[in-house]
Structures are given as structure tokens and as C-alpha cells.
């Protein structure tokens, strides 16, 4: 079941980024990973820009997205699940659900260019890569510029006004 997260979550919610980015392991640029992937006060300051949203399994949260509409587009962050829950669907219902959410025309998402397992997961929900993937990450994420080298940017054309 999809719930809109609370402040009150955030434990739960660093649980389950930090469990579900030991992923990136030998995968991104060791210059990028570190434990814990996300610290607490990074992750505060990511619930005051965004909305969290979790999927729930008798009342315990097991997955996140975070959803973040900022000038002529909306953002999908932070997308973790709990390994054991991954590859059940869920990803896909939460994307689903957030994607009904979006009043902007655009729905982008950024990734590791080495997260092959997410970039496939968005391609498969009808994101394409974006060739201008620079101009992208300055514009709407505030993120490293080693991490802008090193990521992807994929997008939805919604169609809304």
C-alpha cells in the first residue's frame, strides 16, 4: 500500500536508502560511494524540498520515492526498496502511482550512468535517455559535479499543460 511519508519516518526511510544503495558498490566511481550512501542530515534536508512516498507491508515501510516538482518539471528521487522486496512490482506501482501525480509536463529522473538495473527499470516505464543530461543536472538537482560526470538523465514526455 502506497502512504505519503511522514517526518516521523525518517528513520525508517535512511534504513532503507543506506540498505538498499550498498548496491552501488563496485558499481559507481569509488570516489562517489560511501557508508552510510546517504547521511541523516542530507536526508532531512531532502524531506524539506520533496515529498517522500512509501510502500507499506503490515504497516512497515519497505520501499521509497521521492517526488519533487521544481520549475517546468517534476522529479522522481530517491527511489529505494529493500532488497528482498525488489523485483516484486512495487517499484512499478509506485512509479504509477507518482507519475498520476504530476501536473508538469516532463517527469525526469537522474541516475548512476553504472546503475544499469535502474536505468533498464525506467526504460521499461517509457523514460529515454536525454542526450543534454549536463544541462539537465545543473538546472534541476544540486548535486556534485563529479556526480553530474558520472550519472544519467531519464524522461516522460506527460503531455500536460
Aim: proline letters at 6%; a neutral charge; one cysteine or more.
Amino acid at each position: 500500500m502506497i502512504c505519503q511519508c511522514q517526518p516521523e519516518d525518517i528513520d525508517r526511510i535512511y534504513f532503507i536508502v543506506n540498505e538498499a544503495a550498498k548496491a552501488y558498490e563496485g558499481v559507481i566511481p569509488a570516489d562517489c560511494y560511501y557508508q552510510p550512501y546517504m547521511p541523516r542530515s542530507e536526508l532531512e534536508r531532502e524531506m524539506k524540498r520533496m515529498t517522500f512516498f512509501g510502500w507499506e507491508v503490515n504497516g512497515e515501510l519497505i520501499g521509497v520515492m521521492g517526488f519533487e516538482p521544481i520549475k517546468d518539471v517534476t522529479l522522481i528521487r530517491h527511489a529505494y526498496m529493500l532488497p528482498r522486496w525488489q523485483r516484486q512490482g512495487i517499484g512499478s506501482k509506485m512509479l504509477s502511482y507518482l507519475r498520476g501525480l504530476v501536473t508538469t509536463p516532463r517527469l525526469l529522473v537522474g541516475t548512476w550512468a553504472g546503475a544499469h538495473w535502474a536505468i533498464d527499470f525506467y526504460q521499461k516505464h517509457g523514460f529515454s535517455l536525454l542526450p543534454n543530461k549536463d544541462e539537465l543536472l545543473k538546472t534541476y538537482w544540486d548535486i556534485p559535479r563529479r556526480q553530474i560526470e558520472t550519472s544519467v538523465v531519464l524522461g516522460v514526455e506527460l503531455g500536460r499543460i
